[in-house]
Every structure is written in C-alpha cells, then in structure tokens.
C-alpha cells in the first residue's frame, strides 16, 4: 500500500482503538476518526472480560431472559441461549492476549488498564437459577476445567459479603475484568505511540467508492484518500455501512448501570445474577448492571430500570442497601441479529472490512478483532478463524443495500445458534 493513508478506522472506542493499534503496529498508515457519541458502548460497559460467562448466557443475557420470563415473552424451563462454539474460541482466545497486551500498553504509553486476574460466580438463589446451573454444569462448552460448583458453605467462605441465602454459586475461573476507559484510552494512545493519526471529535460524513473500491473518507473538513476503511462505529456502524452503500445489520441496545460512591474491598470476584452483575473496580467503585432495551438512541435512565438493578445488588450484597449511588447512566451496546460480532470483508465492495456488532462482549474481543481486522488489513495471514463471523451469513453471498435488521430479541424470540 502506498496511498497517503493505507487504513482509516472510524471510530475510536475500545474496538476502533484496538484495531488502529495492531495496524499501526505492522507498519501502516493509520488514520484513526474518533467523534465520541453519547452513550457509546464503552461507556456502557463495566470491563468485564467473561469470555465463558458471556458465552453461556450469563451477564446480561440471564438478565435479559429473567426479564423475558417475568414479560411473559419467554418459555419457562430453559435458560439464556448459548453462543456457538466459535464463539467461545475467539472470546477465549481474545481474553488470553490481554496480560501481554496489558503489559504492552503499560510500556508504551505508561497507562495501566486495570487488569484484574479474578473470575466470575453466577449466584444461585432459586429452583430456576439451580436448573440453569445444572446444565451449564452438566454440559458447558468448555467442559468441568474451567468451573467449579460451590456450596453455600464455600461461597460464605470465600465471599464473606454475598448473602447467605444462596443455594450455591457457579464460578468461571479466568473471566477477568479491566478498566474500559483506561483500555480504550491505552488502546488510541498506543496507536499514536506506533505512528497513527487520531482525529478527534471528527464527524465523518461520506465514503467515497468508485467502481466497487473505497477511495476515500470524507468528514466535516476533509477528504482523506485511503486503501482500506474499517467500520467500527459500534452502535452506529449502521449509519456508517449506508455511507458505502451497505445494509450493517447493526443496531442500538441501551444498557443502564449504577456506579456506587467508593467502597472498601467487597468481592474478590465479578458477581452475575439473574437481577444484575457486579464488579467492583480498581478505585472501589462497584458497578451494577444492566438492561438490554430496543429503544434506538435513546440514552435516557429510568427510574424503574434503576430500582430494579438496586433491588437485585442489595439482595446478592445486602451491605449495599447503606451505600450511596455516585452516578448513573446508560450506553448503546452495538447489537446484531443473531448476537455475534460482524468482521471482515463485504462482498462486492473491495477495501472494506468491519469490525462491528460486538454487543455485550466488546472489551473482551478487543484485542482479537483488532489484530484479526488488522491481519485483513495488512494482507497478513488472519491470526484467527472468522468466517463464522463476516457479514455474508446476511448476505447470501451477495451484497446487501438499504435492508431491515431487526433485531430478534426485540420480539421475544430466541436468537438462532
């Protein structure tokens, strides 16, 4: 490549920051557009690296399933969807870069991201929790090495402050957690330290494509000719594929959180329930989500939403009902039809490759996406398998213009795996 930029990455949070990194890492020209949006899902997000807990429907997603019980909307007697196997590999594989990278970035730019080596404990209060974790004990993709089943006993031992009435807990050992702003500040300052440019507060307004080839990238003050763009616009990936002509079945899933004022040490591990998850940070701050509403841009906080994220923290830490809330707030978590991410190349339009719909798991398969996107980049050997994940599982093998990506979930159904 030999344009005046080789690669423009759009978007400048966890995973755009990522991306421009590893390329400017190989040596290319990296422009990096950063317009922070309100509500983009980094700031959405409480750093959780639960690469085995996401996969089998933990997190959010046994939230989301409660709240699909309680609405009616969802059969009783079977837990949250599992993601595929392939998957959990590029989550497993993208959570075990993060130590080298932590330690990368730490040299490079002298930002520590908070990397805490702990695990994640799915609370077990009643028959249907129980049923859940049955299964996933029975039958979790990864097999029996990874978790262990605690009594009640051994949870009060090693969680002295969860509550005492509990049936028991899974854990997930080597679901970790980091800092996302520190993360995705590390990530955009490394790409600078390896020779990138960063736009910030740029607003893009075009893609220029002649013949079936990106040309350039157009903002709000200039055209900046490139080989390669990659979308990685998260929420708004969407508005962006139009800019080249192209249907991104992405779109908005707002989550609202609770942050608490700083505590003294709580928990050892990341707490997941069918109410909420908790992870208390580096600084003490325990934060508590969330929802997963289809309500667009909206970037809003309810108060019924906050209630019941408080209601399920106190009853899994009853220290917390004595606790004052230092903020809340909610980010738009970048969805896809069937939950997965979308990587890679479109048919049909040459110099073009995505880096979108990461939804719930966008800090854990940071560091994957953005050396597998910059491998494509690159023209290098990808790193890791991705076929599962390029947008032509929507396409039919042919490009897609000006569609309707609506998402499943928002009607109830379960995605298919």
């Known amino acids: 490549m030999n344009r005046a930029t080789d690669i423009v990455v759009i978007g400048g949070g966890a995973i755009g920051g990522a991306v421009a990194y590893y390329a400017a890492r190989k040596g290319l020209h990296v422009t990096l557009i950063d317009q922070p949006k309100r509500g983009r899902a980094t700031s959405a997000s409480a750093g959780g690296l639960w690469s085995l807990g996401e996969s089998v429907g933990l997190g959010c997603g046994v939230i989301f399933h409660k709240a699909q019980l309680d609405a009616g909307t969802a059969a009783p007697g079977h837990g949250p969807a599992q993601l595929p196997p392939a998957f959990l590999d590029f989550a497993m594989a993208s959570n075990a870069m993060f130590p080298?990278?932590?330690?990368?970035?730490?040299?490079?730019?002298?930002?520590?991201?908070?990397?805490?080596?702990t695990s994640l404990l799915f609370l077990i209060f009643d028959e249907g929790d129980e049923a859940f974790a049955r299964t996933l004990w029975k039958d979790c993709p990864c097999g029996r090495q990874l978790i262990d089943w605690l009594t009640p006993e051994e949870v009060a031992a090693a969680e002295p402050a969860l509550t005492r009435e509990l049936r028991g807990a899974?854990?997930?050992?080597?679901?970790?957690?980091?800092?996302?702003?520190?993360?995705?500040?590390?990530?955009?300052?490394?790409?600078?330290?390896?020779?990138?440019?960063?736009?910030?507060?740029?607003?893009v307004v075009g893609i220029e494509v002649f013949e079936g080839r990106v040309q350039a990238v157009q903002t709000s003050t200039e055209r900046i000719p490139c080989s390669i763009v990659v979308n990685a616009a998260g929420a708004w990936a969407g508005q962006v594929g139009r800019m080249a002509g192209l249907d991104v079945p992405v779109y908005p899933v707002r989550g609202q959180i609770v942050g608490t004022q700083s505590l003294p040490h709580l928990t050892t591990a990341c707490i997941s329930t069918s109410d909420c998850y908790l992870a208390q940070k580096h600084h003490g701050e325990v934060i508590i989500g969330s929802t997963t509403e289809h309500v667009g841009f909206n970037v809003d906080v309810t108060t019924s939403a906050i209630q019941t994220l408080c209601a399920g923290a106190v009853r899994a830490v009853p220290a917390l009902a004595d606790v004052d809330i230092k903020r809340v707030w909610s980010g738009l978590r970048p969805g896809s039809p069937d939950e997965l991410p979308i990587l890679g190349p479109v048919n049909g339009l040459r110099g073009y490759l995505n880096a979108a719909g990461l939804f719930r798991t966008g800090i854990v398969n940071a560091p994957l996406t953005g050396l597998v996107v910059a491998d494509m980049a690159a023209g290098d050997p990808v790193s890791h398998p991705v076929e599962a994940f390029l947008m032509a599982r929507f396409q039919n093998g042919t490009q897609v213009v000006a569609g309707d990506a609506t998402p499943m979930r928002q009607h109830g159904m379960a995605s298919a795996k």
Do not use: C, M, W
């Open 170 to 203: 899974l854990r997930f050992n080597g679901d970790d957690q980091v800092n996302p702003y520190k993360l995705a500040d590390a990530l955009r300052a490394g790409a600078i330290h390896h020779g990138a440019k960063l736009l910030s507060h740029t607003e």
């Open 100 to 117: 080298q990278l932590a330690q990368e970035l730490h040299d490079d730019v002298g930002i520590d991201i908070e990397l805490e080596r």
